[in-house]
């Protein structure tokens, strides 16, 4: 007989607090009795693997049911997006992280085509993970109060405030958005101790963070933020999978996506156990045993535990402190599991670090205190938390150069004046574009806003009197006031970062997108086509000087130069059927010709490979799995 869960409709809804990982995700909330805990689903799991599915029929699949699938269709399952949140689509960072399918090359938003036709933005997809949390809490809780979110120290405003728009998506009140850092030195209670200098050393799937808090008074200050956004507990992973590769046959994605699978939990065995005896599948089916020891695995952690100490290093300096002014180090992510990175961090910082709770769970059950706190639910009321601004905000003047009205490192919420002045005569308005960043020039800084106040009366040059008023609320967002003082024209903005999204615009964002889809999808489809002609046309074309005499007779010749013509011919028009027809018809009329090649090349090959050669095939496999679930095209 299944028991019903019977909620009290006179309780007062429960505020939780979600962690938003790139990873992994979990939502968290303070019990009646003032415990913070995870909520679980019905597997007992708390972590929720932030990936999600778009399936054929239209349905969305979020955590493991989504990772289940990741392998078969890579380009419908979306991982790892945190990287995305608040970023435009010709963002550098963006060009950068290859392996995903953009729906479109430019703009103001980094866009997905997925299933079915659909084209979907990171705001959307973190809202589909954050929705199946709302959900989860809700089958324990009943009715949700607000929620307070995590996000990194570092995240800028425009990745704040996308975290933002993904809660409201998901049908979250956000009460808050908490850095992640603060939030596990709530869950340590180190707030109590009011004063004290703290590093959060958070060591997750794919990302590194380190972070210097300073408590004063019961405030949280972040001091300085560092880390590496490419360096992770995948890592550790991909170091295992490649001595278990070759054990597995032939390199193929199957074998290097089964190399990972095993190699993580071999990883993660090994952090209990000094041995681990794996069984591993061989590509023609038959069974290998293999055993790894912790030692063997402390080789790989060795280099990468370093790149973390640099980091960290670097974080101190930043904060102009040593390790002997540091009272307390708390580990957070999964891969502090790993005991070499305890010992390393030990010894970097001349302590053991506290890592008494849960370091997964750690920042959710911080974020829940906090979310505890603000609705008001708690006697705790007291205590004020407060972050620092993490990139300097100002404005471009003259010259194009940046003038800074709020440093980074400033306490928020904080508000700053500055009074400029007109450099013509006569000058009737004024443009005021606002930036964020640590460089000189406008044009090196992010920009956040651009506006113009008009309705000066015209006046000598130098004789207006601009005020601008910067205010950063607590959630780390900018509010621009601009008045001219002698006439007192005003106006003010509530800025949005360029990749700007209000509450209509997001609802905007989505109908567009429907709206669009089509023909983003065909453009994406053109776009594919050409790049794989264009690919097979230079292959040729290099083939063909270097190993031309492999060419059986005038008539091959002329097949595959025939081929080759209407293939370029094809990729100046825009007709992606065409194009892909003209690729297939020069692939089957050079099939021969690379086939003499390859078999000459086995023959090389066979005749004794040369130590470089491995070396390079190494490194591939390397390279193959930039991404979990995300190898297979
Ligand atoms: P994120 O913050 O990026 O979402 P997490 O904090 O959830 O990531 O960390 C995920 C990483 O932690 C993965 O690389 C996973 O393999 C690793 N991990 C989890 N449990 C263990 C364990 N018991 N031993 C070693 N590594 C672990
Ligand atoms: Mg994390």
Redesign the pocket.
């Known amino acids: 007989m299944a028991l019903l869960q019977i909620h009290d409709p006179e309780a007062k809804p429960k505020a939780i607090g979600i962690?938003l990982?790139?990873?992994?995700?979990l939502v968290a909330y303070v019990t009646a009795s003032g415990e913070p805990v995870a909520v679980r689903d019905c597997d007992n799991e708390a972590?929720v693997p932030?990936v999600v599915h778009y399936v054929k029929d239209g349905r969305v699949l979020v955590g493991r049911d989504a990772v289940a699938l990741a392998e078969r269709f890579p380009e419908d399952t979306i991982v790892?997006v945190?990287r995305f949140m608040g970023r435009g689509a010709d963002d550098p960072e963006t060009r950068r992280m290859g392996t995903y399918r953009f729906a479109s090359e430019a703009g103001p938003v980094v866009k997905f085509a997925v299933a079915p036709d659909r084209i979907v933005t990171p705001v959307e997809v973190s809202a589909q993970t954050l929705a199946f949390l709302r959900e989860t809490a809700e089958d324990e809780l009943g009715t949700i109060g607000g929620a307070v979110i995590t996000v990194p120290a570092y995240f800028d405003d425009a990745q704040r405030q996308a975290t933002k728009d993904a809660g409201k998506l998901a049908g979250l009140e956000v009460l808050r958005l908490l850095n992640e850092p603060t939030a596990a030195a709530l869950a340590y209670g180190l707030q109590e101790k009011k004063n004290g200098t703290f590093v959060v050393y958070?060591?997750?799937?794919?990302?590194f963070d380190v972070t210097i808090l300073v408590l004063d008074d019961g405030v949280f200050q972040v001091r300085s933020t560092g880390g590496d956004s490419q360096l992770?507990?995948?890592d550790?992973?991909r170091g295992l999978a490649e001595k278990i590769l070759p054990l597995l046959g032939a390199q193929t994605p199957h074998t290097v996506r089964r190399a990972l699978n095993a190699a993580?939990q071999i990883?993660?065995a090994?952090?209990?156990s000094e041995t681990v005896q794996a069984e591993l599948e061989r590509d023609d089916g038959t069974l290998v045993d293999h055993t790894v020891t912790r030692a063997e695995l402390d080789e790989i952690v060795a280099p990468l535990a370093k790149r973390t100490g640099n980091a960290a290093k670097r974080a101190l300096r930043d904060a102009e402190l040593t390790a002997a002014d540091i009272d307390g180090v708390i580990l957070?992510?999964?891969?502090?599991?790993?005991p070499a990175i305890r010992r390393y961090v030990a010894e970097l910082f001349g302590q053991e670090p506290l890592g008494s709770i849960d370091?997964?769970q750690v920042?959710a059950l911080g974020a829940a205190i906090q979310a505890d706190l603000l609705s008001g639910e708690s006697t705790n009321a007291d205590v004020l938390l407060l972050d620092v601004l993490p990139l300097s905000l100002g404005v471009e003047t003259m010259g194009g150069v940046v003038e800074r009205i709020l440093p980074r490192n400033t306490p928020i919420p904080a508000a700053q004046a500055q009074e400029f002045t007109t450099y013509a005569d006569k000058q009737t308005g004024f443009e005021l574009h606002v930036v964020q960043g640590e460089r000189e020039l406008a044009e090196d800084c992010r920009s956040l806003a651009r506006f113009t106040l008009k309705g000066i009366p015209p006046m000598p040059a130098g004789m207006a009197r601009l005020k601008v008023v910067f205010r950063v609320d607590a959630d780390g967002l900018l509010k621009v006031e601009a008045e001219e003082k002698t006439t007192g024209t005003r106006q003010e903005v509530e800025v949005r970062p360029s990749y700007g999204l209000t509450d209509e615009e997001v609802e905007r964002m989505l109908t567009d997108a429907y709206e669009h889809g089509e023909d983003d999808v065909k453009l994406r489809r053109l776009r594919e086509e050409q790049v794989e002609g264009k690919r097979i046309l230079s292959a040729l074309e290099q083939a063909l000087r270097v190993d031309g005499t492999l060419v059986e007779d005038d008539e091959e010749r002329a097949d595959i130069e025939g081929a080759m013509k209407r293939l370029r011919r094809a990729l100046d028009g825009e007709d992606h059927d065409e194009i892909r027809r003209r690729t297939e018809d020069l692939d089957h009329a050079s099939k021969a010709f690379a086939g003499r090649r390859m078999d000459r090349s086995m023959k090389k090959a066979l005749a004794g490979r040369a130590a470089s050669q491995l070396e390079s095939e190494t490194q591939d496999a390397r390279g193959i799995e930039p991404h979990l679930g995300s190898t297979e095209h």
């Open positions: 962690d990982g790139t990873t992994n995700s972590l932030s790892s945190k958070d060591l997750g799937g794919g990302t992770g507990g995948d550790i992973d993580k990883k993660h090994l952090t209990d957070v992510g999964g891969a502090t599991r790993v370091p997964d920042v």
